[in-house]
């Protein structure tokens, strides 16, 4: 019986040999996992620094175009003034200009036909000026 037990004793402490390295394997396994995690939490951090950045420039971002669409607002109501006063006030200029240049012209062309008038009244008058001064 002492055999047998001796026995069943080697038997179980060469069990426990295979289990303790299978639990050397796993705390090995268990070792890298750790490793691995901390690595993983390292680059998590690293892409929340990085993602706490590109919220930063979003942000920056944001402004920058609030800022464009309020100028392109005042751009626009400027224009909007300009046009308006293009309207009301320099199309009414030209328009007097204008009427004032037909004037001139209707003016002109009056003037130019009394000329044709009198220098028509002139050459008839010399005319007969040379027929009295020749019948004498």
Do not use: C, P
């Not at 303790?20 to 268990?30: F, P, Q, R």
């Not at 009427?99 to 002109?108: H, M, V």
């Amino acid at each position: 019986m002492e055999e047998k037990m001796f026995l069943m004793l080697e038997k179980i402490y060469s069990e426990l040999q295979g289990v303790k390295g299978e639990v050397n394997g796993l705390n090995s396994e268990a070792s890298s996992l750790k490793s691995e995690v901390g690595s993983l939490n390292s680059e998590v951090s690293s892409l929340k620094s990085e993602v706490g950045s590109l919220n930063s420039e979003v942000s920056s971002l944001k402004s920058e175009v609030s800022s464009l669409k309020s100028e392109v607002r005042e751009n626009s109501q400027r224009l909007t003034k300009l046009e308006t006063k293009v309207e009301n006030e320099v199309v009414t200029k030209i328009n007097s200009l204008f009427d004032g240049y037909i004037q001139n012209t209707e003016t002109i062309n009056r003037v130019e036909d009394k000329v044709d008038h009198l220098t028509e009244k002139v050459e008839k008058q010399e005319l007969e000026i040379r027929v009295i001064k020749g019948g004498k």
